[in-house]
């Protein structure tokens, strides 16, 4: 698609506009107890100190062996951070804290059910679940340093104790979204290599048993059709007898893994220290095309990033309650959820299920409950929340320090409700723009340093120094306020090493657009490409826009218009598939997907429909379109291409523009009055 035609259809051309707000601050009580109180760590973090300015967040982790060369850029794109030293992951978030906080809740688990028990796994357990997990891994599923295992875990602590010892180990965990359908699985499954899967009986959604290993017998069918064999499929078991009575276990390749690890009760097994640039973790995300990429984050760069972030911006301090309502299956759980807090010390928690369930109170009684101080959500969270139970907070109880809003831009008035309801006037917001590839913060204010300015991300954050580009490459001048493509000039490291398999698509896709000389070595040549729209406003703050790409954000989740198009095309009966964002109160935005037919079939609900769950089966249910309208053919321009802009203008009740020069424009008349009426 031409680079014009892709700027017309992104997100950022749907964007909300507001003005300029005013300022928030903290208060002294705030600042008197904060980890980051320094002003003069962006002076400590400028460019002048790059790359030495990241030697305070490696020293924030135990080394086996401590590095020699903080950055190697002689792989250029691909940046080598804290090259020569050696670490184990899991030895910081676990076996470090065991001296002094042993009986320390590291986990407390919330699960929807409010009958079911609330667990509370302290460090020493933590500890020994980790242990025998990783000798598990180790001696019966065969894995070693480097492998890859591919996870696919609803929120339940089993989660992150199967992170861990993946990690203690040195085997690569790829987490996938447990909310994703087997097929999805199935992709992450052949794309990574693995050969064993760790998943799950059954967990509860919105009040519902969710039977989850059927969707593993899937990602096993499906996988092997793609010359992948899973050997193993390790079934945590939550409800025994519940639905596995319905989803037969395959004997020679599925496992209880409660069963299997009576075996190694009472194990101990060493961290494996490795050399800070192995990969820990993929993570795939959704891009511009229709396969979704693998990005490999290193063990040194992302855990020091990520715990740096964790102490300065969500001032996590080892007595805090923490909690996160991310899924641990995204980029925020990782980070946010598993790696940063627990490397602090911190008290994180998991809540299994729906924010509103069973009804709008359930969050500030977990809240209350818990004693949580400090609290980490997305604005489709908080809108939801607002909408079903505006009054709600005040009637509970506990007092929050510290907030944090993620994933997609946030209104101001909600931005507002969040402070004064949620927050009870009281609490300190932090507004952290970011991605799966950054593996931590890019933009966010430092809580008690810089002013919150509601709809705004902040300045960059310490070490991270953004830049604004037009669509021909010129910078754009500081705080000029005008929306351009965001990049960030430096590395940093928190940053993605790769996409996995692929190094041509990682340099093509994030930094061939703005590099300024292909065969430098200097990182200044390299500036890497977020894919967002973003404004600059006089005082430094950035807000963001939306993405200039063909990524839609619904509810905080990046969904690839192309792999949704991709999977409607499965359906035989479709000729042509094109989806666009369309605006939504709760979620941000949805899909809305247009579809052409082949020749001799009729449109009918029934045919809408099933492309509808094909594409809820290929991908996951957070795909669902908002409608598929089955046109009779889809705007063109004379070349052929379809205009998603006209369509996109469409569904959201916007000006078309002029149409004229389309080769069908008497098609939008026709299109318009389906969907608008
Ligand atoms: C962490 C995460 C990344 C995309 C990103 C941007 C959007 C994230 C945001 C935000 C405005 C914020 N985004 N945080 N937009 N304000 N505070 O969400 O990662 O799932 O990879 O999504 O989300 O468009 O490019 P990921």
């Known amino acids: 698609m031409a680079e014009k035609e892709v700027m017309e259809t992104s997100e950022a051309q749907i964007a909300v506009h507001w003005g300029e707000e005013e300022y928030y601050h903290p208060s002294p009580q ?33 080394w086996y062996e401590y590095w020699d060369t903080i950055l190697d850029t002689s792989d250029a794109p691909c940046w080598k951070w804290f090259v020569g030293g050696k670490i184990n992951a899991s030895y910081n978030c676990v076996d470090r804290h065991l001296a002094k906080h042993k009986n320390k809740t590291a986990i407390h688990f919330v699960p929807e059910l409010e009958e079911e028990k609330v667990e509370h796994v302290t460090y020493q357990e933590l500890y020994v679940r980790v242990n025998e997990m990783a000798a598990l891994l180790q001696d019966f599923a065969g894995l070693k340093k480097g492998d890859r295992v591919t996870l696919h875990l ?64 899937t990602a096993f069918e499906e996988a092997k059709k793609e010359g992948q064999t899973v050997d193993k499929v390790l079934i945590w078991q939550r409800y025994p007898g519940k639905v596995s009575a319905e989803t037969p276990m395959v004997e020679g390749r599925d496992y209880f893994v ?43 760069g ?55 369930y069973p009804d709008a ?46 994933g997609e831009p946030i209104e101001p008035e909600v931005w507002k409700w969040y402070h004064k309801e949620v927050g009870k006037g009281e609490a300190i917001i932090v507004d952290t723009w970011w991605q799966t590839e950054t593996g931590g913060f890019l933009c966010s204010t430092l809580p008690a340093l810089t002013p919150m300015k509601p709809g705004s991300a902040g300045p960059g954050m310490p070490g991270i120094h953004p830049i604004i580009y037009d669509e021909d490459g010129n910078e754009l001048p500081a705080g000029a306020g005008k929306a351009g493509n965001i990049c960030i000039q430096n590395p940093w490291p928190g940053a993605f090493q790769t996409i996995w398999g692929d190094r041509d698509r990682f340099v093509t896709n994030y930094y061939e657009r703005y590099c300024k000389n292909p065969d430098s070595k ?22 963001i826009l939306g993405r200039i790409d063909d990524v839609i954000n619904v509810s905080g989740h990046r969904l690839g218009t192309k792999e949704i198009e991709s999977a409607a095309l499965v359906v035989p009966e479709v000729a042509e598939a094109a989806v666009v964002p369309v605006a939504h109160d709760i979620k941000g935005k949805e899909p809305d997907l247009y579809v052409s037919l082949k020749p001799g079939f009729e449109a009918t609900d029934e045919l809408a429909a099933k492309v509808s769950k094909t594409i809820v089966d290929e991908i996951g249910a957070i795909a669902r379109p908002r409608k598929v309208w089955l046109v009779s053919d889809m705007p063109k321009t004379r070349s052929g291409k379809i205009m998603r802009r006209v369509l996109g203008a469409i569904s959201n009740k916007a000006d078309v523009g002029d149409v004229m020069t389309l080769a069908n424009p008497e098609i939008v008349e026709e299109i318009t009055k389906m969907v608008q009426g």
């Open 30 to 62: 705030f600042i008197a107890q904060a980890n980051m109180t320094d002003a003069d760590i962006y002076d400590r973090f400028s460019l002048d100190n790059f790359p030495n300015c990241f030697k305070e967040y490696a020293d924030l982790l135990d």
């Open 154 to 217: 609803p929120m339940s602590p089993e989660l992150p104790i199967t992170m861990l010892a993946c990690a203690r180990l040195g085997v690569i965990h790829s987490q996938v979204f447990g909310g994703f359908s087997g097929k999805s699985c199935a992709d992450r499954i052949v794309d990574s290599g693995s050969n064993v899967l760790i998943t799950m009986d059954a967990y509860y959604r919105g009040g519902k048993l969710i039977d989850h290993k059927e969707k593993a017998d």
């Open 258 to 300: 409660n069963d299997v690890l009576k075996d190694y009760y009472g194990k101990r097994v060493d961290p494996v220290p490795v050399p800070a640039e192995d990969p820990l973790f993929l993570m795939y995300t959704s891009g511009t095309t229709g396969k979704p990429k693998g990005c490999q984050h290193s063990t040194g």
């Open 302 to 356: 992302y855990l020091a990033y990520v715990t740096g972030t964790s102490k300065f911006v969500q001032d996590i301090h080892p007595e805090d309650v923490y909690w996160c309502m991310a899924d641990i299956g995204w980029i925020t759980g990782h980070s946010y959820i598993v790696y940063g807090p627990l490397s602090l010390g911190a008290s994180t928690v998991i809540y299994e299920g729906v924010p509103t």
């Open 361 to 406: 109170g359930r969050c500030w009684r977990i809240a209350q409950d818990l004693d949580v101080n400090i609290f980490h959500t997305a604005p489709t969270a908080i809108r939801a929340l607002r909408k079903v139970g505006p009054d709600e907070p005040a009637k509970y109880t506990y007092h929050f320090k510290h907030m944090t809003t993620v």
């Open 522 to 543: 200097d990182w200044r040549d390299w500036p890497y490409l977020t894919g967002d729209a973003a404004t600059q406003a006089e005082d430094g703050y950035y807000r």
